[in-house]
């Protein structure tokens, strides 16, 4: 594992808290509320605390009839992938941090460099936390060192998570878990996007204004969560 350890608690309506179970390598924290037996329509706050590095996602739940009985599937592996005799590999939790930002100029994206395994492709600006390091501390630096943007935060939108046996571009084998934490966010005063994180993971910033999101190559889940998160708040 790297970084924080990950906990998903489940409050109802009345603020009691129903469910608080630490989030396990590979787990959704959806399914792991199914399996209590309750439904949510998405997290309403995060909590964190620095000593012991933890990181608390709290979701407004309400009771779903039984609870879920759905096995875990299969973990895939990236395609192509070619596993050597006797090779294990490296498991990872990585919790990071990304942001729909909104201003008068548009969304802003990042654009993944050649350190990565999607070069080229669009996604959100944001990354990973540094120890000890709260979510929202770490989203500010992350658009700030990856766009040259200030951005108020208006809160948690959304929770992905994605598991997969792949190579990193060190070619290093790891069975990764990818959990996403991503905020809505304004930026009052956008300015032209710099990388100052220069040599990193991002290789240019920049504005679109909606109509052109259609044209771009985006990273695996963007599109779906911009057209998501951008449906929601009216847009």
């Known amino acids: 594992m790297t970084g924080p350890a990950l906990r998903v608690v489940g409050v109802d309506a009345s603020g009691a808290e129903r469910v608080r179970e630490r989030l396990a390598h590979g787990d959704d924290p959806l399914r792991l509320l199914a399996r209590h037996g ?7 706050s995060v909590v964190a605390e ?4 933890t990181v608390t996602i709290v979701y407004a739940v309400e009771p779903n009839a039984a609870p879920s009985t759905e096995q875990d599937a299969d973990v895939p592996h ?3 992938v070619v596993v050597a005799a006797g090779e294990h590999p490296v498991v990872l939790q990585r919790l990071a941090v990304y942001a729909v930002v909104r201003s008068v100029r548009g969304v802003l994206l990042a654009q993944n460099s050649a350190l990565t395994n999607a070069a080229g492709t669009w996604g959100l600006p944001g990354g990973g936390l540094d120890p000890g390091e709260p979510p929202e501390a770490a989203l500010h630096r992350e658009v700030w060192e990856e766009t040259g943007q200030r951005v108020d935060i208006i809160g948690i939108a959304a929770v992905t998570t994605r598991h997969w046996v792949g190579r990193a571009p060190s070619g290093r084998l790891e069975d990764f878990h990818a959990v996403r934490l991503v905020y809505r966010a304004t930026c009052p ?7 100052h994180d220069v040599d990193g993971t991002t290789a240019a910033a920049a504005w679109f204004r909606f109509e052109e ?14 057209v998501h998160l951008t449906r929601d708040d009216g847009s």
């Open 38 to 44: 309750y439904a949510t329509r998405g997290p309403v």
């Open 78 to 80: 990236d395609a192509g």
């Open 189 to 195: 005063a956008p300015t032209d996007p710099v990388v």
């Open 213 to 226: 999101l259609d044209g771009l190559p985006f990273a695996v889940g963007i599109r779906d969560l911009l």
């Open 50 to 53: 620095a000593d012991p590095h």
